[in-house]
Structure formats: C-alpha cells, structure tokens
C-alpha cells in the first residue's frame, strides 16, 4: 500500500483518515480501499483509540465511488479475500469496533455515498449533493446503498435508490440520514467534536450502544440475546465501578476499558 492516497491522523483517542486522491474526486481504488482497511483494523487494535473520523481531501467530492479506470483495468477494488479488504467490507455495514464519524466535506455518490452509510454519524457540508445513481447506468447499489433503509424511512429510501436521483445535504439531514450540515469549511471540526465526545465516555458503554442500537434495528432477536450479554459485562466492570466513584467525587473518569 502506499499512503500517498490516504492520511492518517492520530490526535489522542480520535484517529483521523483522509481520502487523499482529489484529482480523481478520491474515488476508490484497491490501494485506497486497503488504506482504509488498514486503518480500521489498526483503531480496533489500540485500546487508545476510541473513535475514527473518515474524511476527504479537496473541496469538490469527499468521494465519487468506485474508481471505474481501475476497475476495468481488472484491479482489485475491495473483493479479495484480505484482512484490509474485509476491514472494508465491515465498515460498509457499520461493524467496525470504534465508532465511526463520516465528515462529508463534499459531494458523495454511488460508493462515496456507501461509504458514508457505514459510519455511525455524518457530518456533511451544506453545498455538497449525495445520491445512489447506480439505476441510471443499469446497475444497483450493490456496495451497501441497499440498507439504506436502515436509517430513513423506507418509501424515502425506496424513491432514492428507484430514480437515482441527487439530494441536497439539507435534504439529507430533514430525512434523518445526516447528524449536522455545516459549511464546508466546518465539517471536520464538527466531525472530531462529535468523536471526542464520544471517546470521553466510558468505552464498554460505548460498544455496547453501538451493537445493541443497530441490531435494534435489523436483527431485534439478536439484540435482545446480546443484551443480556452487554448487561453482565458491563455492569460489572471496573468501568461501571468508576464512573460511579467519579460521579460521587465529582471528577473526571478515568476509563480502563475492562
């Protein structure tokens, strides 16, 4: 991999990785999907890092989707069978262990969209246009669009993925699918806001939140399973103890994750 196409930021518990292929609207290439991939897996496996934002360099697109000259020169875009790819893959469907902020400093179509679905929130610049256009070129959103539906109402996301069409941020953030729409020059900075406020808390409590609320959503016999789970973990542990303890003393926790 070469990181020429994608930064890596860390600052305290936040990790901060930016697309950084502006010429081509960072669309997404195998080096640039296996950057990403590589950076999940290293937030996962720091116990310092405790939330990731995803991000974009350049002012035009925060992504345009799949990189289709790489993809017809027969590249691997994401499909094989690798640690970094599989990464991918669960960031898609919002299985990555951190929680994931998206910060959509511009426009977001097709995968870039996809992209941005997988996050847990987003951030999104006010000028920037978003859209599932795959229809339109005789395919379908085959890269996670689908589950759309997941986080908007489903005749919404059914007239989205039907007709292809674009919607602005505003849009986005009236139909519940975006947290905040800033101006462009903001959204980072609302991004890493929202992931230090997140990584201030309790860390057990966190993942906890994460799983249970999406299972809640698309698989509610399993979140009730996991919940009796999460209830024995995290209620016992030394976290639970502290919060506690601080809340009495009026001081800052001071979280050990277990």
């Not at 689908?146 to 986005?172: D, H, S, V």
């Not at 900075?189 to 999406?214: H, Q």
Request: glycine share 12%; aromatic share 6%.
């Amino acid at each position: 991999m070469s990181d020429d196409e994608f930064l890596v930021d860390n600052r305290g518990a936040v990790t901060i990785l930016t697309l950084n292929r502006p010429q081509a609207r960072n669309a997404l290439n195998g080096n640039l999907i296996a950057g990403i991939g590589a950076t999940v897996l290293a937030a996962e496996k720091d116990p310092q890092i405790r939330a990731l934002v995803l991000t974009a360099a350049g002012e035009k697109a925060f992504c345009s989707g799949m990189d289709l000259r790489a993809f017809s020169g027969g590249e691997d875009i994401g499909f094989g069978d690798t640690p970094e790819n599989r990464a991918f893959q669960r960031l898609t469907r919002g299985k990555v262990e951190v929680p994931v902020i998206g910060a959509a400093n511009g426009t977001a179509v097709g995968g870039g969209l996809e992209l941005l679905l997988g996050c847990d929130l987003i951030v999104a610049a006010d000028t920037a246009k978003f859209g599932l256009p795959e229809v339109q070129r005789g395919l379908f959103p085959g890269g996670g669009g689908t589950y759309i539906a997941e986080r908007i109402p489903l005749g919404i996301a059914l007239q989205l993925t039907l007709t292809g069409e674009f919607f602005t941020a505003a849009r986005g953030y009236e139909i519940g699918l975006f947290n905040a729409v800033t101006p462009a020059d903001q959204v980072l900075g609302t991004a890493i806001a929202f992931a230090e406020r997140i990584a201030a808390n309790g860390p057990l409590g966190v993942a906890a939140c994460k799983e249970l609320v999406r299972l809640s959503v698309t698989d509610p016999a399993a979140a009730t399973e996991r919940l009796r789970h999460w209830q024995s973990v995290v209620f016992a542990s030394a976290d639970a103890k502290e919060g506690a303890t601080a809340f009495m003393e009026k001081r800052e926790p001071v979280w050990q994750g277990k």
